[in-house]
């Protein structure tokens, strides 16, 4: 098995920045890809790859990956920022797993 | 544009079996594959399978290898689950996503709700 391990919980105050980790052993090495879920509606992937960005994903939303943590940044949190996110991988053999989730509250 | 519309919610017995579906639409059904993710109540995501959209291939979790079947139907671009011997802890919001095999879930269904309760 992988486990990807992450806060449960993360504060940031309105328009700071708000980082999200996501750990695993030698994650450097995967694609990680994160998602945010809002109450009540279905995940979005808002980061692919690492570092990528779908069209209509804010700039403020940044990947990066190395050693054994992946990192999710939020820069000029907004109130819509409030949501859950994961982080989530593929492997041979296990195929994809995802975090534990980290609920972001945004003060 | 791409859109996955799910089945509606779902009430079952322990012991029973459900049937959820996604119907795909947007995109060369069969040129993507279609995962099942659901997210229980004050837990996480977790991931069921996936199934590529040819019905060819399967990946199953090995959390959920012996209850699960999935299917892929490319005359009506619709994927299903079907979920056997449910359990109270089966409640859940169950999800389709779209992906490339190893890739990210890029589009998601609205979810179908799932009660087992005696």
């Known amino acids: 098995s992988y486990d990807l391990t992450q806060p449960r919980s993360v504060s940031v105050a309105l328009g700071q920045t708000a980082r999200i980790t996501c750990g695993g052993s030698?994650?450097?090495?995967?694609?990680v890809h994160w998602y945010q879920q809002r109450p009540g509606q279905a995940p979005v992937l808002i980061i692919f790859?690492?570092?990528n960005r779908p069209s209509g994903v804010p700039e403020r939303f940044s990947g990066s990956n190395s050693g054994n943590t992946a990192t999710l940044t939020i820069t000029r949190a907004q109130a819509a920022d409030e949501a859950d996110y994961y982080c989530?991988?593929?492997?041979?053999?296990?195929?994809?797993?995802f975090g534990g989730g980290t609920a972001l509250t945004v003060l | 544009q791409v859109q996955l519309v799910q089945s509606g919610p779902e009430l079952k017995k322990p012991g029973a079996s459900v049937r959820v579906s996604c119907k795909a639409s947007?995109?060369?059904?069969?040129?993507?594959?279609l995962s099942w993710v659901r997210r229980a109540p004050g837990q996480g995501l977790e991931w069921l399978g996936w199934?590529?959209?040819?019905?060819?291939?399967?990946q199953v979790s090995l959390k959920f290898q012996d209850r699960v079947t999935m299917t892929a139907d490319t005359s009506t671009a619709t994927a299903f689950l079907q979920l056997g011997s449910l359990r109270d802890d089966d409640t859940a919001m169950y999800f389709c996503?779209?992906?490339?095999?190893?890739?990210?879930?890029?589009?998601w269904g609205q979810g179908t709700l799932l009660t087992v309760s005696s």
């Open positions: 947007g995109y060369t059904f069969s040129t993507y594959g």
């Open positions: 989530q991988i593929w492997d041979s053999g296990i195929n994809w797993v």
């Open positions: 996503a779209r992906s490339l095999f190893t890739s990210s879930f890029d589009y």
């Open positions: 030698n994650i450097g090495s995967k694609n």
């Open positions: 790859r690492d570092k």
């Open positions: 199934i590529s959209g040819d019905n060819a291939n399967r």
